[in-house]
């Protein structure tokens, strides 16, 4: 009997074992329940303890918390210092919770520091929730395969199995490699994939996807390519860079934050000092509302929120069968307002689409003559262009480019120039060539052009989340920071404005990505 394949027990994001995020997302929050509950006691029998038991006591009784909550935060500061990062949400959190403590502001001091960790809990919950779909796909890896070899069954590696050779699928296992069904008949989820939820049926002769499952009886297969040339290899190849391509958005926030913490730092320094020295103010009062501002100054709405938005983006095109190599892809879609499309077949049905929302769509084509007259006469098509060698569909291309933004729609090898060219390049990656699906920006693995309108969609929806977190970060701390130079706010609406905000932005990013 053949062993049966063995599922990782690793977190596909991090390498760890799988149960530790459950682990620590339980310590984390008995952690806070008791932090909570304690402080909460503290608070409303503060004036009681301290008559009874005296001030001693309750400066006692609210370190508990403070330090239970603060003290790797305050590490954390520490080892950024001796970095020379100063600049950093753990340095500021630390400095102005402890000069709150040296002002006697204890309860606000806990407060801030309690609020800022539940806080954190809760966005790094929310962004391993929002990679989960990416985390998915790279879990589809097959580890093994059963190889069939003089009569016997032999598990291997995937990546030491090579093409010709037979291997049997059991139900419930996943196909580790491309390659032909030779016996058995059944049904496969390639949703991993495809994003295509609706199993299919597959027997002798029909081509199978390494990474889809087998739902029903035992499959054999011939394998037709090596695994690091199979259709999961490009997908996980593709998925673990897509990170790196960052939008033109996500870098100018990365850039502004290393402004605007020591700004609003310097502004925070300058509220402590110069109402006192020439207005005669209370020291004790601009600094307390200097403190406000260092909590503020903290860019982690921003930092945390807007690549999330990106990432969103990405995990909600994946889910669909469409893979986006990086958030800058979603920013270039954006600007597209013209489509060329090299591949025939349900393209006027999409061109009709397209147009609903101003993008005009060409077909170029290098088969007969009659290919390109059909073109010629869709009634969404703007129009089709006789047959045309590679060197003379890349000239071509510019021309639809004159004045607008292109995309290009291919699958073939002759169209890797023009999908590099493109504003942005389409490459159907079920059949596709390898150096096409290389050379684009996004790929679609059901080769269903119908998945184009969707890919503008998610493009537009993941501009929507993002500016509308952009707006309420600079908004919400703005507000506060206007409030607190005034009076009229504490610690506690500026970690509101700092936490608080953060987590509002990561939970929209979420909820506008999984529409």
């Known amino acids: 009997m053949p062993t049966s394949v063995q599922e990782t027990s690793l977190c596909p994001c991090c390498g760890k074992d799988a149960d530790f995020h459950e682990r620590e997302e339980r310590r984390e929050i008995l952690l806070l329940t008791i932090c909570g509950i304690f402080f909460a006691v503290i608070l409303v029998f503060e004036e009681y303890l301290e008559q009874h ?13 403070y330090l239970a909550c603060g003290t790797s935060i305050i590490r954390a500061a520490g080892r950024a210092l001796a970095r020379g990062d100063i ?9 102005a919770t402890l000069a709150a403590i040296a002002m006697g502001e204890l309860p606000e001091a806990v407060g801030v520091m309690l609020f800022y960790r539940c806080g954190e809990f809760f966005q790094g919950r929310a962004a391993s929730n929002s990679r989960r779909s990416i985390g998915r796909l790279l879990a589809s890896k097959p580890d093994l395969a ?18 010709g050779q037979q291997i049997t699928v059991q139900a419930g296992e996943k196909i580790p490699l491309d390659g032909v069904v030779l016996a058995g008949v059944s049904t496969v989820d390639q949703s991993p994939l495809t994003g295509e939820s609706a199993p299919i049926g597959v027997q002798a002769g029909d081509r199978v996807l390494g990474g889809s499952i087998n739902l029903g009886s035992v499959l054999t297969v011939e394998v037709q390519r090596p695994f690091d040339q199979s259709q999961i290899a ?9 990170s790196a391509n960052k939008s033109s958005t996500e870098r100018f926030i990365t850039r502004f934050a290393r402004y605007y913490t020591p700004t609003i730092t310097a502004a925070a320094l300058l509220v402590a000092a110069l109402p006192p020295l020439f207005l005669g103010g209370d020291w004790r009062t601009w600094a307390y509302r200097a403190l406000i501002l260092l909590v503020i100054a903290c860019p982690c709405a921003l930092l945390i929120s807007i690549p999330l938005g990106y990432f969103g983006g990405i995990g909600a095109a994946s889910r669909r069968g469409i893979l986006v190599k990086g958030g800058i892809v979603f920013d270039n879609l954006l600007h597209v307002d013209n489509i060329v499309f090299r591949i025939e077949a349900d393209a006027s049905q999409t061109a009709g689409v397209l147009a609903e929302h101003g993008i005009r769509s060409h077909m170029l084509t290098d088969d007969m003559e009659d290919t390109a007259a059909w073109a010629a006469e869709q009634p969404n098509l703007a129009g089709g262009r006789p047959p045309l060698l590679p060197e003379e569909k890349a000239a071509a291309l510019p021309g639809f480019a004159q004045a607008a933004h292109t995309a290009y729609v ?3 090898i002759n169209d890797a120039p023009l999908l590099a060219l493109s504003r942005v390049g389409i490459a159907m990656g079920g ?12 790929v679609i693995l059901n080769d269903s052009p119908e998945k184009i309108p969707e890919l503008f969609a998610i493009a537009r929806r993941v501009r929507r989340v993002v500016w509308q977190n952009i707006a309420l970060a600079f908004g919400v701390k703005g507000l506060i920071m206007i409030f607190g130079i005034a009076g009229l706010s504490g610690l506690w609406e500026a970690v509101f404005a700092d936490v608080g905000v953060a987590l509002l932005a990561v939970l929209n990013a979420v909820r506008g990505t999984r529409k």
């Open 410 to 412: 291919g699958d073939d």
């Open 234 to 242: 490009r997908i996980l190849e593709l998925v673990e860079h897509a």
């Open 53 to 65: 038991l005296g001030v001693s006591f309750v400066w006692g009784a609210y370190a508990i918390p």
């Open 431 to 442: 059949m596709g060539a390898k150096t096409a699906i290389e050379a684009a920006d996004v």
């Open 146 to 163: 059963h190889v069939q070899e003089n009569r016997q069954t032999i598990d291997h590696l995937v990546e030491d199995v090579l093409p």
């Open 87 to 95: 600049f950093n949400e753990f340095t500021l959190m630390a400095l």
